[in-house]
């Protein structure tokens, strides 16, 4: 089984994962922030590496959903392959950050990719205003993230909200402006409810 949590910057994805993890004894698989080649040189220059992040991420995100396939485990990601190819790479071509050649390009490599793999079993897709995000980005105070842009957030949340509602497969949507898994069990509990009756039925 497959599942994965996606969500804009500071949305909890992370966070999630992990307590979702060793809830169900799922296996997790984090986004790889800390030993990315391509981040810290993203976000002092992102219209000269917008290209090179999104292939690597594209990259390592169909490595791990044809892992998964091959495997009988049961899995939950941090992020999925879609909101690399449906909503930052669009965001940075419509930012004029990444250009129209080099989008077409990813764009084709992303459609040859989805075109040999299954979706996941379900997706969580973690729903958050600015204001939060950005209070989240500050309290887990990683330095590259300091020169993140509020039109970039903004335009990622816009372009969530497009690819959640046109999303053809099984999708979970949890409001984390109301929604604190981390700090109140009871919210953990109302999360864990609403996966158990998508996946298995159980109200």
Do not use: C
């Not at 793999?117 to 958050?128: A, G, M, Q, T, W």
């Not at 209070?135 to 969530?160: M, P, W």
């Amino acid at each position: 089984m497959h599942i994965a949590v996606a969500g804009n910057i500071g949305s909890g994805k992370t966070t999630l994962t992990g307590l979702l993890a060793r809830h169900y004894g799922w296996e997790p698989h984090f986004e790889a922030v800390d030993f990315n080649p391509y981040l810290v040189d993203f976000y002092k220059d992102m219209q000269r590496w917008s290209f090179n992040l999104q292939i690597y991420f594209l990259n390592k995100r169909f490595k791990d959903i044809v892992e998964f396939s091959e495997s009988d485990r049961n899995v939950i990601q941090d992020r999925t392959i879609y909101e690399d190819a449906l909503i930052f790479a669009p965001n940075l071509h419509d930012m004029g950050l990444m250009d129209s050649r080099d989008f077409e390009n990813y764009t084709d490599l992303f459609r040859l990719m989805m075109s040999l793999v299954k979706k996941p079993n379900l997706i969580i897709y973690l729903r958050s205003s600015i204001a939060n995000l950005v209070a989240q980005i500050q309290k887990r105070g990683r330095e590259f993230e300091n020169s993140i842009r509020i039109d970039y957030l903004k335009g990622l949340n816009t372009k969530y909200e497009e690819w959640v509602s046109s999303y053809d497969g099984k999708l979970l949507i949890i409001n984390v402006d109301e929604t604190k898994f981390e700090e109140r069990p009871e919210d953990f509990n109302s999360v864990v409810d609403k996966i158990d009756a998508n996946l298995f039925g159980l109200f």
